[in-house]
């Protein structure tokens, strides 16, 4: 979004809020899509991911951490399961109940 020149920033924060609501919901949505049409190469999409993610700056490497960690916790304390999510969900909450302690300090 931007703003002209004296142009009052008044509801600038929702839009912005929402806007990266919509963001994140696209991520999963492609996350998705990823995984349903070449789910055989789930290793080879990790190393991507995780090449990408070494190389990008420490910092949003720490905020991308934090969001990960606040997407387990998010995931955990909706609880729905059945026999085709069912480990991932037990491995979330291993997760969860392990790192209740852990921050992700901003430096």
Not at 81 to 95: C, G
Request: no cysteine.
């Amino acid at each position: 979004m931007v703003l002209a020149r004296g142009q009052s920033i008044e509801g600038a924060d929702d839009m912005l809020n929402e806007e990266k609501e919509e963001r994140a919901r696209n991520v999963v949505r492609e996350m998705s899509k990823m995984m349903n049409s070449g789910s055989s190469q789930t290793r080879e999409i990790a190393v991507a991911m995780a090449d990408e993610f070494i190389r990008d700056h420490r910092t949003l490497q720490q905020n991308m951490s934090r969001l990960m960690l606040e997407f387990i916790r998010e995931v955990v304390k909706n609880g729905h399961y059945d026999l085709r999510n069912e480990a991932s969900m037990k491995w979330m909450q291993m997760i969860e109940g392990n790192s209740r302690d852990v921050g992700f300090p901003y430096v």
